[in-house]
């Protein structure tokens, strides 16, 4: 069978999160902070119309890019929150889940060869997407003394001839860093003098943090022609399982991102599509609500990390931590492997993000505080012990 095999496939590494958890669940009585995956069911009123939809017979396809109607719904959300103004009948795409936007994106743009700046730590798919669609990742590392955010300098830095994308990735996964409004303008002439084109996941954008809200870089009229704005519904309305996301680009570029996905996709799950115009339309006060608890969770876990004498720097987005522990003298994978056999307790290697999460893990707190408590005392063990041993 090897010989039927794509050697570019091959090639690629699984998901180290998945590989770790794959493991950790087949054990017992393990706490899981990894996956990041909201802990709140789908708010009932979403749910039910899904159910609805399914009752009254709507489970045919829909148009390729999606029902008209939702489109309308998140055209007007982006223009709400961020001013940028997208035609809906012809710059917004909706898709199985942001992941395949992001490839879509990366597909549709690039030519073999071409070079994509990816700040590291970052989520797991820009990599192999990047290779699967013939491109050269460029790692660029984020530093903790910046907050994990991208500064201009840096970025110049990596820039060659053959550059051709930037993505962008705020709030963070796996760091929770966000880049503010004057974060991004410092930036925005580098991406002008070099004339790159940028891809922003911002599906984190709703669980922000503190006294700002979220800045898109699509607010910047200048950004609007060289940019693919990618979001979704998996965390800001916990359904993750509905595979529900969405993209919004210029009329040329999402004419071929729609071509690639009428042939591998022809259309993101019709009752999921339902329930997403009932999540735009109503949905404000359910990731209020979710944004709070989490707030609450964020700043337990911090407090712990310090009583614990862990520094971490302090996440103003998503849902996770990402504490430093190189103090203990353990790369990272040995540290996650030590806690998971030790203490039950499953974090994710900061390697799995990239190269430059090493000396860190990520920790989810995507989970109750009465969970978080148990973890964070198993942890206190695990470490107690580390130093004993030193």
């Not at 570019?8 to 393990?30: H, L």
């Not at 991208?150 to 051709?164: F, N, R």
Request: charged content about 20%; aromatic content about 10%; overall charge negative.
């Amino acid at each position: 069978m090897k010989r039927f095999l794509n050697q570019k496939i091959q090639a690629i590494q699984p998901s180290g999160i998945r590989k770790f958890f794959d493991i950790a669940n087949q054990m017992e009585n393990v706490i899981s902070l990894g996956v990041g995956e909201p802990d709140f069911e789908t708010p009932w009123h979403i749910r039910e119309v899904g159910v609805d939809t399914l009752n009254n017979g709507y489970t045919f396809y829909t148009s390729n890019a999606g029902l008209l109607k939702l489109r309308e719904a998140i055209a007007e959300r982006i223009e709400r929150f961020y001013g940028a103004k997208y035609n809906p009948q012809h710059e917004v795409l909706v898709t199985v889940g942001g992941s395949e936007a992001i490839d879509l994106a990366l597909r549709a743009t690039l030519n073999a060869g071409d070079e994509v700046i990816i700040p590291d730590p970052s989520y797991v798919s820009y990599l192999p997407c990047v290779q699967l669609a013939d491109g050269v990742p460029v790692m660029l590392p984020l530093k903790e003394k910046n907050n994990f955010k991208l500064v201009p300098e840096d970025l110049e830095a990596v820039i060659t001839p053959k550059t051709k994308i930037l993505v962008l990735s705020f709030p963070n996964n796996p760091t929770g860093a966000i880049m503010t409004r004057q974060d991004l303008e410092a930036i925005i002439p580098v991406i002008v003098k070099h004339d790159l084109m940028v891809i922003t996941d911002e599906i984190y954008a709703d669980l922000t943090y503190g006294d700002q809200s979220h800045t898109s870089i699509i607010s910047f009229p200048e950004m609007y022609d060289r940019t693919v704005y990618i979001s979704g519904f998996s965390k800001a309305y916990s359904m993750t399982g509905w595979r529900l996301g969405y993209c919004a680009a210029p009329e040329d570029l999402l004419i071929q991102m729609t071509k690639i996905h009428q042939f591998a996709i022809m259309a993101a799950p019709t009752m999921s599509q339902y329930a997403g115009i009932e999540a735009i339309k109503h949905g404000d006060e359910d990731i209020e609500e979710m944004r709070h608890s989490y707030d609450q969770r964020r700043k337990f876990l911090l407090q712990q990390m310090d009583r614990l004498g862990i520094p971490c720097f302090e996440p103003q987005g998503a849902f996770y931590i990402f504490p430093n522990i190189s103090q203990f003298g353990l790369s990272s994978e040995d540290f996650a492997w030590g806690l998971l056999e030790a203490e039950k307790v499953a974090v994710v290697p900061g390697t799995a993000f990239g190269p430059s999460g090493e000396g860190f893990i990520r920790i989810s707190y995507a989970y109750s505080i009465k969970e978080l408590r148990l973890a964070i005392s198993r942890l206190e063990k695990y470490i107690t012990n580390l130093k004993a041993n030193h």
